[in-house]
């Protein structure tokens, strides 16, 4: 067993179609929580049914974990708060934020991407998605994006996750220690806009008002003329920078 990372059953793969289906044949047959790593995803999924382009030396991991369907928002704010504070510990000089709800950005630019899905019985599936070498090519995606390399972050996908899950067992103590403020307030300082003017793509429709932080859910505070609205999902624009 590693010594370093005592509660994760790892399972790596060279290549699946998604780390966040994989998962679910392995997560209930477990007593620890279980992690599935793939070198190669050939069907890696975003959000909102996008491609998550899968190009080999990036890092594709999945982990599972059971909970209170009540406990959602935190386990939402924990899985990028942790891959928010690993970065930041790499390179402190770096700008790096978290953009709602879980994406990680380098200086404006997406890096990291994080998919969370039902899995079965109480579990949730949290899949995350890390640039480490190779950003997509700039015609396959909608918004700017970088990798750790060309930002100047030099660690292998081994090494990162490793260190991810040390801070994502930490921060799981923390939250069942009842320091959900402090995890709350740590998130909040990360995010990128609040107080700020943004707008919220939907489906069919845009929101636009002032980022005011989220609830207890983790979904997104909107203030606008009809006061404040709280958004479960959708994909945010700057309309202010920081
Ligand atoms: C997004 O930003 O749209 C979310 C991207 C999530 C990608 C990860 S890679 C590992 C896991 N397996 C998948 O198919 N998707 C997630």
């Not at 909970?67 to 942790?82: A, E, F, K, P």
């Not at 991407?113 to 109480?122: A, D, H, Q, T």
């Not at 740590?186 to 995010?191: C, N, S, T």
Request: hydrophobic share 40%; with cysteine.
């Amino acid at each position: 067993m590693n010594k370093k990372l005592p509660d994760w059953q790892i399972f790596t793969f060279d290549e699946v179609d998604s780390t966040n289906d994989v998962i679910k044949n392995y997560c209930t047959q477990s007593g620890k929580p279980v992690v599935v790593r793939a070198l190669k995803q050939v069907a890696g999924r975003g959000r909102r049914g996008r491609k998550w382009i899968s190009q080999k030396g990036n890092l594709f991991f999945s982990f599972a974990w059971e909970i209170d369907l009540r406990d959602l928002g935190m386990l939402v704010l924990i899985s990028s708060l942790s891959l928010w504070q690993t970065l930041h510990l790499l390179n402190p000089r770096l700008k790096i934020e978290i953009k709602w709800p879980n994406d990680i950005l380098i200086d404006g630019k997406k890096v990291s991407g994080m998919l969370l899905e039902k899995g079965p019985e109480n579990f949730m599936i949290a899949g995350i998605g890390v640039n480490v070498s190779q950003r997509p090519p700039e015609s396959d995606v909608m918004y700017p994006t970088t990798s750790l390399s060309e930002s100047g972050v030099d660690i292998s996908a081994d090494d990162l996750m490793e260190k991810y899950l040390i801070k994502l067992s930490n921060n799981f103590a923390l939250w069942q220690q009842g320091h959900i403020n402090d995890l709350r307030q740590e998130w909040l300082d990360a995010v990128k806009g609040v107080g700020k003017t943004i707008e919220v793509h939907q489906e069919n429709v845009v929101i636009r008002g002032i980022f005011k932080g989220i609830d207890e859910n983790a979904h997104l505070l909107l203030e606008n003329e009809k006061g404040i609205c709280q958004i479960r999902a959708g994909d945010i624009f700057y309309i202010e920078s920081k």
